[in-house]
Nanobody
Framework: QVQLVESGGGSVQAGGSLRLSCTTSGRTFSTYTLGWFRQAPGKVREFVASISRGDSSTGYSDSVKDRFAISRENAKNTVYLQMNSLKPEDTAVYYC?????????????????WGQGTQVTVST
């Protein structure tokens, strides 16, 4: 069983930046592919970014590509989401998730472990 804890959320003006962190428990962090998802009010949860186990390949949704960057630091059991050029439509609760699948994983159903979420609010 792995527990995920997100941090780094907050309020920022449009055009600003935030870095989210997600720290996990356990000694097998490197065996997980990690993902970030988000859920805006009244909307379904959607894929944001993923970083694979092994070669750390990355993948992004079209809406955040070229603005967000996912990275991982296995020695610290932590995955990051650097968010730049934030827009009001990025406002959501952001969740990190973990799976043993290989490669970039965008399907929510393939993730077995989830954090509690952290709120990101972008104002105009």
């Amino acid at each position: 069983q792995v527990q995920l804890v997100e941090s780094g959320g907050g309020s920022v003006q449009a055009g600003g930046s935030l870095r989210l962190s997600c720290t996990t428990s356990g000694r097998t962090f490197s065996t997980y592919t990690l993902g970030w998802f988000r859920q805006a009010p009244g909307k379904v949860r959607e894929f944001v970014a993923s970083i694979s186990r092994g070669d750390s390949s990355t993948g992004y949704s079209d809406s955040v590509k070229d603005r967000f960057a996912i990275s991982r630091e296995n020695a610290k059991n932590t995955v990051y989401l650097q968010m730049n050029s934030l827009k009001p439509e990025d406002t959501a609760v952001y969740y990190c998730a973990a799976t043993h699948y290989f490669g970039v994983v965008a399907l929510e159903s393939r993730y077995g472990y989830w954090g509690q979420g952290t709120q990101v609010t972008v104002s105009t």
